[in-house]
């Protein structure tokens, strides 16, 4: 493959590939063998589909007929079907149209459930049976209700658990339909399914797990938030042009696009996310010190990362202390963090009494009804650590806290010991 395709399109040639490497456990120079003949040499056919996910059917190469083709006709029973049917029935599954094309049809969608539903032997009934039914059976068929029922949650829970490609794809299409009436309940429902899907496939060994990050990716971020990020986007931010068209290079280049498709394909601003609120002393010293902040934090994920990577291999962690002494420095330089972070945003309720007099209730009043509803449901502005490591961290680096006493010989430190290690004396 001489161009760099869509990322659905590469992951389909990798499902495709190590599927049929799981089927009998053949090395690449033995598929190379049981395509081409036993005198083939070193072909290396198999090998460049690994090291790029280059596509199987790019072009007739034995007898007019493509690797695809080859390799579904191997091993075939009286039934006309082998062991390798399921990996080509994977390759050509709608799944792969539905998270490479933005611009799928609503009615397209429709019609893919229909197909599924016919093949199956199945129904789905339209909303004017349904009031036929009620009219003149039962209103109160359990199978029948519309909405968030026990039918449907059932439906979805055998989707899931069938845990195919082309069952993924019923219901990527349930979901697009789900969305675009605006059921959102359905919505959700749906896209639980669609993970639980994905994850029994992996589970069952159905899904490669050399590729399932991107599958899962492509899903995340195609189906369930409707953000495509494309390959021209890559190569307009790749710091690396391709200076010539060697395989080599072509494989790097796959390499850098497929990681940065997984950095970047769920990736959001973030706007929506979180509500409308005034500024706090919180807000405010955050705006002031953005920059230095981001910065601080920079230094503060390599200290975790190098410090995960110095466990492991035992490089010595020297990194660590300096860039944990770089982020102290950063954060020493500030004004000081304001105080009582963790106050309310509203206002607490006037405390009711215990001897209510029903003619002087505050909940009689307008104002007294909407504090009492907010006492059950205020939120407050708390700190996002994401994890301990990071809390014990910024407790130690900007509170001054003493460093903890070492770990015990052979025994792996808390990433709190991270600042004892950077010997930041404020």
């Known amino acids: 493959m001489r161009s760099l395709d869509d990322i659905a399109v590469r992951t389909k040639n990798g499902f495709w590939y190590y599927q049929v490497r799981q089927i009998e456990h053949l090395s690449d120079a033995a598929l190379d063998r049981k395509v081409f003949g036993k005198d083939c040499g070193r072909r290396r056919y198999f090998e460049g589909i690994r090291r790029s996910w280059s596509s199987p059917k790019a072009r007739s190469v034995v007898g007019g007929m493509t690797v695809l083709k080859v390799v579904d006709g191997w091993d075939r029973g009286n039934n006309g079907s082998g062991p390798y049917a399921e990996a080509t029935k994977n390759f050509k599954s709608t799944f792969w149209k539905f998270v490479s094309d933005p611009t799928v049809p609503l009615d397209e969608y429709i019609e893919h459930v229909?197909?599924?539903?016919?093949?199956?032997?199945?129904?789905?009934?339209?909303?004017?049976?349904?009031?036929?039914?009620?009219?003149?059976?039962?209103?109160?068929?359990?199978?029948?209700?519309?909405?968030?029922t026990p039918a449907y949650l059932a439906m979805l829970h055998n989707l899931a658990m069938i845990g195919t490609l082309d069952a993924l794809s019923v219901l990527i299409a349930i979901f697009r339909e789900a969305m675009a009436r605006g059921s959102l309940?359905?919505?959700?429902?749906?896209?639980?399914a669609i993970r639980l899907g994905m994850f029994e496939m992996l589970v069952t060994g159905r899904m490669p797990p050399e590729v399932a990050t991107c599958v899962m990716a492509l899903v995340e971020s195609r189906v369930?938030?409707?953000?495509?990020?494309?390959?021209?986007?890559?190569?307009?931010?790749?710091?690396?042009?391709?200076?010539?068209?060697?395989?080599?290079?072509?494989?790097?280049?796959?390499?850098?696009?497929?990681?940065?498709?997984?950095?970047?394909?769920?990736t959001r601003n973030g706007y929506g996310d979180t509500p409308f609120v005034i500024r706090t002393d919180g807000i405010l010293w955050l705006?002031?010190?953005r920059d230095a902040l981001v910065a601080a934090r920079k230094f503060m994920d390599m200290a975790i990362a190098d410090q995960i990577h110095d466990n492991i291999y035992g490089t010595g962690g020297e990194q660590v202390s300096k860039h944990l002494a770089e982020a102290a420095r950063i954060l020493q330089e500030l004004s000081p963090r304001p105080t009582d972070l963790q106050a309310c945003y509203y206002d607490p309720p006037p405390p009711l009494s215990a001897e209510l007099d029903q003619e002087h209730d505050p909940r009689d009043t307008r104002e007294g009804r909407l504090a009492a509803l907010l006492a059950f449901s205020r939120p407050r502005f708390l700190r996002d650590l994401q994890s301990s490591e990071y809390a014990d961290m910024l407790d130690r680096i900007l509170n001054a806290a003493p460093p903890p006493p070492a770990n015990p010989p052979g025994q792996s430190g808390e990433m709190g010991s991270l600042?004892?290690?950077?010997g930041v004396t404020p």
């Open 224 to 266: 369930l938030a409707n953000h495509w990020v494309s390959v021209d986007e890559w190569k307009s931010s790749d710091q690396k042009a391709i200076k010539n068209r060697s395989s080599a290079e072509r494989k790097r280049a796959f390499d850098r696009y497929r990681l940065w498709f997984i950095a970047h394909a769920t």
């Open 287 to 289: 705006e002031r010190n």
């Open 114 to 148: 229909e197909k599924y539903v016919r093949s199956n032997d199945l129904v789905r009934l339209r909303r004017q049976d349904l009031r036929l039914y009620e009219s003149f059976l039962s209103a109160y068929e359990p199978a029948l209700q519309c909405g968030d």
């Open 419 to 422: 600042t004892a290690r950077a």
């Open 185 to 192: 309940d359905q919505a959700i429902a749906i896209r639980e």
